[in-house]
C-alpha cells in the first residue's frame, strides 16, 4: 500500500503559479513512476503528467506542456507539480497517483494508488 497526501491547492489569478506537493507513505515511494491528473466539474479525469521512478523521464499533456513542471525527491517522499501561467481553465482538483509498471502513462487505468486531491482555482 502506498499512502498518497497532496496539497498546495488554493485560489490564484490568471497568469500566477502554484506549486502542488505530493507526500508519500508506506511502501518505497521511489520505485514507483507517479502521475498527475485533474478534474474539473463535470468532466473526466484528465492526465497532466508523469515521471519515472527516477525522475529522469517526463511526460506532460499538450494542455500544459512548457507551463508545469514534475519533480520528485525520493530522498523526501515526495513528488511535486510547478504550474506556472496559470488559466481559468487550469481549475480542477488535482490528484497525484502512483504508476502501475508496464502501463501506458497517460490513463488513469494504469495507477494503482491516488490521492484525496488538491483544489486549484483560477480566476480570470
Known amino acids: 500500500q502506498v499512502q498518497l497526501v497532496e496539497s498546495g491547492g488554493g485560489l490564484v489569478q490568471a497568469g500566477g503559479s502554484l506549486r502542488l506537493s505530493c507526500a508519500a507513505s508506506g511502501r518505497t515511494f521511489s520505485v514507483y513512476a507517479m502521475g498527475w491528473f485533474r478534474q474539473a466539474p463535470g468532466k473526466e479525469r484528465e492526465f497532466v503528467g508523469f515521471i519515472s521512478w527516477s525522475g529522469g523521464s517526463t511526460y506532460y499533456a499538450d494542455s500544459v506542456k512548457g507551463r508545469f513542471t514534475i519533480s520528485r525527491d525520493n530522498a523526501k517522499n515526495t513528488v511535486y507539480l510547478q504550474m506556472n501561467s496559470l488559466k481559468p481553465e487550469d481549475t480542477a482538483v488535482y490528484y497525484c497517483?502512483?504508476?502501475?509498471?508496464?502501463?501506458?502513462?497517460?490513463?488513469?487505468?494504469?495507477?494503482?494508488?491516488w490521492g484525496q486531491g488538491t483544489q486549484v482555482t483560477v480566476s480570470s
Open positions: 497517483a502512483a504508476h502501475s509498471p508496464g502501463s501506458d502513462y497517460y490513463t488513469a487505468y494504469a495507477y494503482d494508488y
